[in-house]
């Protein structure tokens, strides 16, 4: 069984650029949650998906924004990139329903901004 | 607000050695759960243990065990019998299960992590 795909894995922008990240969970699983990882800050929530719904979505500013498709995979995006968004960003899936699922990780993608 | 608190920055452990890892919480929700994941240098998460707050007995999952105390808010993962490739970033996370309305059982807070060095 495939894992969480995220792609790309690695990827340098500038500063005032956007970013478009990638996530393809674990087959029939349809919560998506993406993390931002940082040295400074630790591993901080950014948003679910569940069934093509935002559920919630942690104490970041309107430059992060997210989706989910109708097979489940998400995208989240960034837009007027800061040096401060240099981080990994991780994505979990979940397969939904019993709150005991735990969440599986992609590897990440590990953003550089200059 | 939920907290997660790992004291340890960084431990060192021989091989084949236990070696327990702390993580205190504080939470208002009466329903939660408790994981520890491990992160090897390629910065994927493994889940490794869970534990939750109305589980009688302590989880266990191998070589890892999962020492909760739930009086004392704490959730302490043992490692026993140590190998070289256990050598990774750990982190201690929670679930908030009341609080999340059954919206939103995505999201984890998490610990600072602590990095276990397991040394030959």
């Known amino acids: 069984k495939a894992g969480v795909t995220q792609t790309p894995r690695y990827l340098i922008k500038t500063r005032g650029q956007q970013v478009t990240l990638s996530c393809s969970p674990i087959?029939?699983?349809?919560?998506v949650s993406w993390y931002q990882q940082t040295p400074g800050q630790g591993l901080q929530f950014l948003f679910e998906y569940f069934s093509e719904t935002q559920r919630n979505k942690g104490n970041f500013p309107g430059r992060f924004s997210g989706r989910q498709f109708s097979n489940s995979r998400s995208e989240m995006n960034v837009s007027t990139l800061e040096l401060g968004d240099s981080a990994l960003y991780l994505c979990?899936?979940?397969?939904?329903?019993?709150?005991?699922?735990?969440?599986?990780f992609g590897e990440g993608s590990r953003l550089t901004v200059l | 607000a939920q907290k997660i608190t790992q004291t340890q920055p960084g431990m060192f452990v021989q091989e084949k050695e236990a070696v327990t890892l702390d993580c205190t919480y504080d939470?208002?929700?009466?329903?939660?759960?408790l994981f520890w994941y491990k992160q090897p240098s390629s910065g994927e998460m493994i889940f490794l243990i869970y534990?939750?707050?109305?589980?009688?007995q302590n989880a266990t999952e191998g070589r890892y065990s999962l020492n909760f105390q739930k009086a004392r808010k704490s959730a302490n993962l043992v490692i026993s019998a140590s190998q070289l490739g256990d050598s990774a970033m750990y982190f201690c996370a929670m679930r908030e299960l009341t609080n999340a309305g059954g919206t939103s059982y995505g999201k984890l807070t998490f610990g600072q992590g602590t990095i276990l060095t397991v040394h030959p």
């Open positions: 534990q939750g707050s109305y589980d009688q």
């Open positions: 939470t208002s929700d009466p329903s939660y759960g």
């Open positions: 087959s029939g699983h349809r919560s």
């Open positions: 979990a899936s979940r397969a939904g329903g019993p709150s005991t699922g735990e969440l599986f």
